[in-house]
């Protein structure tokens, strides 16, 4: 049995929609769609919960979160330490959004508040590793993405894997350990749609506009491959 490991970095209170359980729940949705028999655990990491022990067998999941990887806050730079321990010890690791800039942080990258503005919506982004491209066959990938801040500077060791105009470095690998993401791959589209309507009124219009021109896209999107690899981290 797989163990999958939920490092929960927000809880999004006031922000769900109800046909949203949890936010750990869209991670557990995504990752039963993919593979059978999965054992979960959460720890919630926002109020201090990391894992005391590391298992090379078993996959540790950093969630988004609306709070900042930049920012001095207790429970933030607690889990920093974890992450630069974790990575040492070859942990199979999976970053996604605030996860996708913490471990940049941890290990030494820059991350800001973009100039660039919002991003959000479907976005497609390029494959430029061969090792990416084992997964993501066509050469490109199709996420969700709601966030202001990006990764700037990678850190040590990091590969780019996921590039496009609006964010650089979409998502980097660690060895054939650690993979993270930019996007959201447990994102759906209705829970975006609901939360560019109903809690983003202080957004360009114009992004906002694009972003739901791209949920009509037709666009297929690739947080399954995403789970199938991070699965399969070594």
Same mark, same amino acid.
């Given at each position: 049995?797989?163990?999958?490991?939920?490092l929960l970095?927000d809880?999004?209170p006031?922000l769900?929609p109800d046909? /949203?359980k949890?936010y750990e729940?869209?991670?557990?949705?995504?990752f039963?769609? *993919?593979?059978?028999?999965l054992?979960?655990n *959460?720890?919630?990491?926002l109020n201090g919960?990391l894992? +005391?022990?590391l298992?090379n067998?078993?996959?540790? /999941? &950093?969630? %988004?979160?609306?709070?900042?990887?930049?920012q001095d806050?207790?429970?933030?730079?607690?889990?920093? !330490?974890? #992450? #630069?321990k974790?990575v040492a010890?070859?942990t199979r690791?999976?970053?996604?959004?605030f996860g996708? +800039? /913490? &471990?940049a942080?941890?290990?030494?990258g820059?991350?800001?508040?973009?100039p660039g503005?919002?991003?959000?919506? #479907?976005r497609?982004s390029?494959?430029?590793?061969?090792e990416?491209?084992k997964?993501?066959?066509k050469g490109?990938?199709?996420?969700?993405?709601?966030?202001?801040?990006?990764v700037v500077?990678l850190?040590k060791d990091? *590969?780019?894997f996921l590039t496009?105009?609006f964010?650089?470095?979409g998502?980097?690998?660690i060895g054939?350990? /650690?993979?993270?993401y930019? %996007?959201?791959?447990e994102?759906e &589209?209705?829970?975006?749609?609901? #939360?560019l309507?109903?809690?983003? !009124?202080?957004?360009?219009?114009?992004v906002?506009?694009?972003?739901f021109?791209?949920?009509?896209s037709g666009?297929?999107?690739?947080g399954? &491959?995403?789970?199938?690899w991070?699965?399969?981290?070594?």
């Amino acid at each position: 049995m797989k163990t999958v490991n939920i490092l929960l970095c927000d809880t999004f209170p006031g922000l769900l929609p109800d046909f /949203v359980k949890s936010y750990e729940d869209m991670f557990m949705k995504l990752f039963n769609s *993919v593979a059978d028999g999965l054992k979960f655990n *959460v720890f919630l990491t926002l109020n201090g919960e990391l894992p +005391q022990e590391l298992h090379n067998d078993e996959l540790y /999941v &950093i969630t %988004g979160s609306n709070n900042g990887a930049c920012q001095d806050i207790e429970w933030i730079n607690k889990l920093k !330490q974890w #992450i #630069i321990k974790a990575v040492a010890a070859k942990t199979r690791i999976l970053g996604v959004c605030f996860g996708h +800039q /913490v &471990i940049a942080e941890a290990l030494g990258g820059k991350v800001i508040k973009f100039p660039g503005g919002f991003g959000t919506g #479907i976005r497609t982004s390029k494959i430029i590793t061969p090792e990416a491209k084992k997964y993501y066959t066509k050469g490109e990938v199709n996420l969700l993405y709601l966030h202001h801040d990006q990764v700037v500077e990678l850190p040590k060791d990091a *590969v780019c894997f996921l590039t496009d105009d609006f964010c650089k470095y979409g998502g980097f690998t660690i060895g054939d350990h /650690v993979v993270t993401y930019q %996007g959201h791959p447990e994102f759906e &589209i209705p829970y975006v749609r609901h #939360i560019l309507t109903n809690h983003s !009124q202080n957004e360009d219009p114009e992004v906002l506009k694009k972003a739901f021109e791209s949920f009509e896209s037709g666009k297929q999107l690739d947080g399954t &491959i995403a789970a199938t690899w991070a699965l399969n981290l070594k």
